[in-house]
Structures are given as C-alpha cells and as structure tokens.
C-alpha cells in the first residue's frame, strides 16, 4: 500500500511570491492534515479537510489556505511569502479522525 | 500557551537499559495521546496510542503510562536499541469535531549508544 506523498521534497522561494504544495493520500483515507515544523519546533497545526470541506484550522493568518479534491488529493498555498515561512510543511492522512496519522516525508520550503 | 509539552530536548542512554521519554499537557479536554517517531528527512510514523479511559497501553518494547490527574504520560522503550534513536514526538487529540486536529510537543532526540 503506497505511504503519503508530498510533491515537491524541496522548494526554494523569494519573499513576495506564492506556492503551491501538493499531498497524495493514503488510498482509502478521507482525512488530510497539514503541519508546519520549524526548527527547534514541534509540528503546528495548519488545517484538516475530510470529505472536500475544511474541518479545522490553526492559528495561522489568511495567507495559508488548503483544499481537498474529491479523490481525497490535498494542496495547500501560501502567498505572499515571508522569511518566516521557511520550514517543514508535513502533510498527513488518516482513514477517519479518530485513527493515527500517516505523515509524508514533508516539502522542505526556503524563502530568501 | 503550549497545551503540550516534552520538558527534555534530548535524552541519551545505554543500548539494552530503558528509555523514558516524558509528556505533560495542560488542556483536560484531551481525550487520546499518541507517540510518533521521526527519523532525519522523513516524516513521522506513527508509534503507539492510549486512549484517556486507559492508565497503560503495551506494544512489544514500546509501553506508554498515563497519569489524568498530574496530566502526564511517559513512553518506556525496553530494552532501548540502536535503531531507536530518533526524535519522539507526544501527541494529544481531543474527540469529537476537533478529532482531527493534534496538538504536538516539541520533541525528545533519544540516543541510544551501542
């Protein structure tokens, strides 16, 4: 069974611009999780979709958004970007919300 | 206000002793605590769950204790391998429509010398 894919594994972006993150879901699994981790940080919550509609959402400004397709793909956006926004973005999907999360290997995103 | 926290960056200790990775959180509305490991340049996988009508939950060498009233959890890696070293994330989740969302902490790097 194919893990959770995240594309692209490397980003390199100059303040201002926007970017596009993309994550393939476990076959079967509705619920697709984003993360950001920073160094030294643990992973912040970003947002959960299930069934195409935005379930939850962290404490990030507007300029992070998502969206879930109707085979369950997820991708998340960020624009205007910032030196700050320089981490880790992890997605994760699980078959329901009350089972673990299966994490990609993340989209290593550096803005100068 | 951190609702999760792992009070020790890093741990080291002795391939066949125990490990003792520990976890405090603040939010009583947390109802399910996971523990995750992560390797270097992969994301983290999934190690082993307790749900809060639980005090103890065994796995193999992997056993996680948890304590409601000082709102503690700790995982116990017996006996601790080369292979285990990693950095070990805590997790908690509350249920219902915020199921979903986990509230991490920042970690424990375990190092287990050979």
């Known amino acids: 069974k194919a893990g959770v894919t995240q594309t692209p594994r490397y980003l390199i972006k100059t303040r201002g611009q926007q970017v596009t993150l993309s994550c393939s879901p476990i076959?079967?699994?509705?619920?697709v999780s984003w993360y950001q981790q920073t160094p030294g940080q643990g992973l912040q919550f970003l947002f959960e979709?299930?069934?195409?509609?935005?379930?939850n959402k962290g404490n990030f400004p507007g300029r992070f958004s998502g969206r879930q397709f109707s085979n369950s793909r997820s991708e998340m956006n960020v624009s205007t970007l910032e030196l700050g926004d320089s981490a880790l973005y992890l997605c994760?999907?699980?078959?329901?919300?009350?089972?673990?999360?299966?994490f990609g290997n993340g989209t290593r995103l550096t803005v100068t | 206000d951190q609702q999760v926290k792992q009070n020790s960056p890093s741990l080291s200790v002795q391939e066949g002793r125990i490990s003792i990775l520990n976890c405090d959180y603040t939010?009583?509305?947390?109802?399910?605590f996971l523990w995750y490991k992560k390797y270097p340049a992969e994301g983290p996988t999934f190690l082993i769950s307790?749900?809060?009508?639980?005090d103890k939950n065994e796995d193999g060498r992997f056993t996680v204790f948890l304590n409601k009233s000082a709102k503690h959890l700790s995982l116990h890696i017996v006996p601790s391998q080369p292979g285990d070293s990693a950095v070990y994330f805590c997790?908690?989740?509350?249920?219902?429509?915020?199921?979903?969302?986990?509230?991490f902490g920042d970690g424990t790097t375990l190092t287990v010398k050979p």
């Open positions: 994760a999907s699980s078959r329901d919300s009350n089972s673990p999360l299966h």
């Open positions: 307790i749900s809060s009508i639980k």
């Open positions: 076959s079967g699994h509705r619920s």
């Open positions: 997790a908690a989740r509350r249920g219902g429509t915020n199921a979903g969302k986990s509230t």
């Open positions: 939010n009583s509305m947390f109802d399910y």
């Open positions: 979709y299930f069934s195409e509609t935005q379930r």
